[in-house]
Nanobody
Framework: VQLQASGGGLVQAGGSLRLSCAAS????????ILWSRQAPGKEREEVAG????????YYNSFVRGRFTVSRDRDKNTVYLQLNRLTPGDTAVYYC????????????WGQGTQVTVSS
């Protein structure tokens, strides 16, 4: 059972990236997915989440309409679209799978680095 986040990279302020969270060894369907991030010297913080059905989403207040989380059942993948990026968004982004109601995350993947230059 593995989760893998990908799609990070170097982008200028104001730019966009689309992160992907893919699973191997199990289907993401029915699992809530949480995107979190950790910047150097800072604690990990939650960014956005989506429930197992895709009908409910969560966004941290700092997202301010810039990010969108979605899921594609056919591709067994969850996406995080990052728009209007700022240097403050620079971090390693992680995805995790778990339960929406309890907000407990059972599976964690390797992160993907997002670097935003000014």
């Amino acid at each position: 059972v593995q989760l893998q986040a990908s799609g990070g990279g170097l982008v200028q302020a104001g730019g966009s990236l689309r992160l992907s969270c893919a699973a191997s060894g199990f289907g993401l369907g029915g699992h809530a997915i949480l995107w979190s991030r950790q910047a150097p010297g800072k604690e990990r913080e939650e960014v956005a989440g989506i429930d197992g059905s895709g009908s409910a989403t969560y966004y941290n207040s700092f997202v301010r309409g810039r990010f969108t989380v979605s899921r594609d059942r056919d591709k067994n993948t969850v996406y995080l679209q990052l728009n209007r990026l700022t240097p403050g968004d620079t971090a390693v982004y992680y995805c995790s799978a778990g339960d929406w109601q309890s907000w407990k995350w059972k599976y964690w993947g390797q992160g993907t680095q997002v670097t935003v230059s000014s």
